[in-house]
């Protein structure tokens, strides 16, 4: 990722498991990152993240942005600390996203606003008879709605810097 991101300016976003961060034996993975990036924000996520790709490791989302060539950051420079609980789904994949209906028209359309703490989608649904047993709503579209959940800390962060957990 490195040599993809253009110097002084490119960011990018890696998971990373939390024995790349904490352990003591990897110093020097994260001394190298350190000297090549800026560390912008940690977002630790729940040991379940990734369990039903059978991944049961605790991870975090690491944002970074490339040094330019003899760039150092300061020692004080901010960082976002985040703790993100509801992904949307729980241990054993349920959703578990904050649901509330925007609008219905019964048996035609209904529009939700779903929630979690990374960020939150607008979801479309139009009523669906395909199975003319048990007619149901089907999603017909999905967009993540901008500057919401940690996004929006994230702008705020940039804004003021001042020291806070999400």
Do not use: C
């Not at 940690?42 to 993240?49: E, K, T, Y």
Request: charged share 25%; proline share 5%.
């Amino acid at each position: 990722m490195h040599s993809f991101l253009k110097p002084g300016t490119g960011r990018t976003a890696i998971v990373l498991t939390d024995g790349i961060l904490m352990n003591s034996s990897l110093q020097g993975v994260r001394d190298w990152l350190l000297s090549r990036f800026q560390l912008l924000a940690v977002v630790s996520l729940p040991q379940f993240a990734f369990a039903h790709y059978d991944a049961g490791v605790k991870a975090s989302l690491v944002f970074l942005r490339r040094l330019k060539d003899g760039e150092k950051v300061k020692n004080d420079a901010p960082i976002l600390m985040a703790l993100a609980e509801n992904i949307g789904y729980d241990a054993t994949g349920r959703k578990t996203f904050a649901v509330t209906v925007e609008r219905e028209v019964p048996g035609v359309e209904k529009v939700e606003l779903q929630r979690s703490d990374l960020f939150d989608y607008r979801v479309t649904y139009e009523w669906s008879t395909a199975n003319p047993k048990k007619p149901d709503w089907s999603e017909r579209h999905r967009e993540i709605i901008p500057d919401t959940g940690l996004v929006a800390q994230w702008r705020a962060f940039e804004k003021d810097p001042a020291p806070f957990f999400v």
